[in-house]
Nanobody, 122 residues
Framework: VQLVESGGDSVQPGGSLRLSCAASGFTYSPYSMGWFRQAPGKQREWVSSIRANRGTSYSDSVRGRFTISQNNAKNTLYLQMNSLKPEDTAMYYC?????????????????WGQGTQVTVSS
């Protein structure tokens, strides 16, 4: 199983970015896919998840600004990030959950990508 993120960049406050996560090697669709982030000096935190037939979920800090989606035909997960703020600066990680429970707990996700850096600064 491999998860490869891309799309990270440096942008000004108020800008937008779209992160992508290319997934490969799964023998069946994961229970959920998610995005997490880790800012310097802080613990990794959950950002958003998508679950088959159960929709999407967002942390309070990004709800209304970020949108998670997936293209099953391309085995790709996306995170559209709008109205970016300096506090969104972090390494963003894609993760897959094949354990069949949870959608925001890091312990529920058993596959992780290497991360892509997002920097929001003027």
């Amino acid at each position: 199983v491999q998860l490869v993120e891309s799309g990270g960049d440096s942008v000004q406050p108020g800008g937008s970015l779209r992160l992508s996560c290319a997934a490969s090697g799964f023998t069946y669709s994961p229970y959920s896919m998610g995005w997490f982030r880790q800012a310097p000096g802080k613990q990794r935190e959950w950002v958003s998840s998508i679950r088959a037939n159960r929709g999407t979920s967002y942390s309070d800090s990004v709800r209304g600004r970020f949108t998670i989606s997936q293209n099953n035909a391309k085995n790709t997960l996306y995170l559209q990030m709008n109205s970016l703020k300096p506090e969104d600066t972090a390494m963003y990680y894609c993760a897959a959950n094949t354990r069949g429970y949870g959608y925001s707990e890091q312990s529920a996700f058993d596959y992780w990508g290497q991360g892509t850096q997002v920097t929001v600064s003027s």
